[in-house]
């Protein structure tokens, strides 16, 4: 089982950046395809981007071109590199970590973007 923890939230103007950091203890972080989702109050949680064991990225359309997902295998951390912010990027931020048999999920980070 593998523990996440997400950082680097914060507030932010409209139009700036951020970038969301996921450090990953316990199970082997190298062996799991990641992913970052995010949850707006009254929404369900939805799936912003992955990224698999080689490092190939997919991205949901609304953040094409701002955000980016990576991954540094030996600091066993996930990044969101999140460019031209939107007020409806507001959210909270989770981690994701998808094995076989199980998934692992971080506490979420509170992005809050000003128009």
């Known amino acids: 089982q593998v523990q996440l923890v997400e950082s680097g939230g914060g507030l932010v103007q409209a139009g700036g950046s951020l970038r969301l950091s996921c450090a990953a203890t316990g199970s082997s972080f190298s062996t799991a395809a990641m992913a970052w989702y995010r949850q707006a109050p009254g929404n369900q949680r939805e799936l912003v981007a992955t990224i698999s064991r080689s490092g190939s990225t997919n991205y949901a359309d609304y953040v094409k071109g701002r955000f980016t997902i990576s991954r540094d295998n030996a600091k066993r951390t996930l990044y969101l590199q999140m460019n031209s912010l939107k007020s409806e990027d507001t959210a909270v931020y989770f981690c994701?970590?998808?094995?076989?048999?199980?998934?692992?999920w971080g506490q979420g980070t509170q992005v809050t973007v000003s128009s």
């Open positions: 994701n970590a998808r094995y076989l048999l199980t998934n692992a």
